[in-house]
C-alpha cells in the first residue's frame, strides 16, 4: 500500500499543480514543467485602457502578477452587482498582497467613461493601485474579451432586444499571463476555490 501511495504521489508531482486553459472549450491541459518549454500555450493579447483614475493601464502593469479579470458594466442590474461584490471580497483578501491583482473591463464603453468609473470605483471600495476598472475602444475591448479571454461570441448589446450580454465569468491569469482558472463570478462559494488555485500558483 505504501509503494501504491507513493506511485500515484509521484505521478501527481511530475504534472503542474494546476491545468492551463488554451482554447475557447475551456479544456483543462496539464502540463509539467519540462514539457513546457515545448509548449505553445495560450497568453492574454496585449492591450492599453484608461482605468478608474485615467491612467494608462496596459498588459506591462500586469507582468510578474497574478490577477483576476471579468468583464462588467457599471448600469447592469443584473448579475454585475453580485461579481463588484465577490470580487471586493477578494480585493480585501489580498489588499496587502502585492503579488495579487485584479481588473474589470467595461463592455458598454460609451457609457462608462472615466468618471463614471471614478464614481463606481468610489460607491464599491475599490483600491486604486490593487483593482482598475478600464474602459476604451469598444472593438479592442471586444476583441480581447473573445480572442484572449475566451468570452462568449455574442458579448455586448444584442440586435434583437435592449438588453447586453456578458459573461459572469472570473478569470484567474498567472504570472506569466497564462490562464489557469475560470470561475462562476456570481457564486460567493466560488470565492473559495479562486483562493486555494491562487495558492497552488504562489506554490508552484
Known sequence: MITVVFFLA????????MPYY????????????????????????????????DRLITNKDFEGKIY?????????PGICPQMTANMALLQETYKDDDRIKFISHSVTPWIDTVEQLNRY?????????????????????????RNSYFAEKEIGLQL?????????????VDSRGHIRG???????????????????????
Not at 509521484?10 to 499543480?17: F, H, L, R
Not at 505553445?40 to 493579447?45: A, S
Not at 483576476?68 to 447592469?76: K, V
Not at 475560470?182 to 508552484?204: A, H, P
Open 22 to 53: 488554451n482554447s475557447a472549450e475551456f479544456t483543462p491541459e496539464w502540463i509539467s514543467a519540462d514539457e513546457l518549454a515545448g509548449k505553445d500555450l495560450h497568453k492574454i493579447g496585449p492591450f492599453a485602457f484608461r482605468d478608474q483614475n
Open 182 to 204: 475560470i470561475y462562476n463570478g456570481t457564486i460567493i462559494s466560488e470565492l473559495d476555490r479562486v483562493k486555494n488555485d491562487i495558492e497552488s500558483l504562489f506554490n508552484s
Open 68 to 76: 483576476i479579470s471579468n468583464f462588467f458594466f457599471t448600469t447592469c
Open 121 to 145: 470605483a468610489i460607491e464599491n471600495g475599490v483600491i486604486s493601485d490593487k483593482w482598475h476598472l478600464v474602459t476604451g475602444d469598444k472593438e479592442e475591448i471586444y476583441n480581447l474579451a
Open 10 to 17: 509521484s505521478c501527481k508531482s511530475d504534472k503542474a499543480m
Open 160 to 172: 434583437s432586444s435592449d438588453d447586453f450580454l456578458h459573461t459572469e465569468n472570473f478569470i484567474l
